[in-house]
């Protein structure tokens, strides 16, 4: 069974810095999707950032981007200049390319961001 | 011109008490889901269904029934709530062909 871990519980961050927030996973499975999603406090869940593991490239979104290891299982988050706005859950996301549409979710990582 | 939307957003009520959660979608998705997240924030999926037919049936009590209507309507039935029944409900929906779910609101559930 595939599982996803993020080792961070919390983090912080100085506004305007730069933030990575780990993430790392287990799977037999070769062709997957790997998801970041940010909760604020108002718990609204949203979609950061994708990326298809048959793709090299490491997928970008503005200010978020992230570093995809793939034989390390390893799917980072970089959050540049960070803004006040940025402070919530965020979570780590797996879901295989075949079968049930079954998403599996870290237990996220906290970040507050310090003015 | 709300995505995923669930009614209601807060619900308080009694043990004992059966409840309904209602989602909808307007995205023509194919695929939708519930979630539970507890207080710990740990988020883990309960059921989904594709195109009407239950594909995901986790470990969850029976007390717990879902029904989908049809394609842009997944409910969630809570029969004889408890006091560990308390936590925030998701719904999301996806299509198969994009891999990406959108979320509702979510419904924070308080049994007392």
């Known amino acids: 069974a595939q599982t996803v871990t993020q080792s961070q519980p919390e983090m912080s961050v100085q506004e305007a810095e730069t933030v990575t927030l780990s993430c790392t996973y287990d799977t037999s499975e070769s062709d997957y999707y790997l998801f970041w999603y940010k909760q604020p406090p108002s718990r609204q869940m949203i979609l950061v950032i994708r990326?298809?593991?048959?793709?090299?490239q490491n997928a970008t979104e503005n200010r978020f981007s992230v570093n995809f290891q793939k034989a390390a299982k390893s799917f980072s988050l970089k959050i540049s200049d960070s803004q006040l706005g940025d402070a919530a859950m965020y979570f780590c996301?797996?879901?295989?390319?075949?079968?049930?549409?079954?998403?599996?979710f870290g237990t996220g990582t906290r970040l507050k961001v310090l003015a | 011109d709300t995505a995923v939307s669930q009614t209601p957003k807060y619900l308080v009520t009694q043990m004992g008490n059966d409840k309904s959660i209602k989602c909808e979608q307007n995205?023509?998705?194919?695929?939708m889901y519930w979630y539970k997240q507890d207080s710990k924030k740990f988020l883990k999926i309960m059921f989904s269904?594709?195109?009407?037919?239950?594909?995901i049936n986790e470990t969850v009590p029976n007390r717990f029934s879902p029904k989908s209507p049809d394609k842009a309507h997944l409910n969630l039935h809570i029969n004889s709530l408890e006091l560990g029944d308390s936590a925030v409900y998701f719904c999301?929906?996806?299509?198969?062909?994009?891999?990406?779910?959108?979320f509702g609101p979510g419904t924070r559930l308080t049994v007392l």
């Open positions: 996301a797996y879901r295989s390319a075949a079968g049930t549409y079954k998403y599996i």
């Open positions: 999301a929906s996806s299509h198969s062909s994009t891999r990406w779910q959108f």
């Open positions: 269904y594709n195109n009407k037919e239950l594909i």
């Open positions: 990326q298809e593991a048959y793709k090299q």
């Open positions: 995205l023509g998705h194919d695929t």
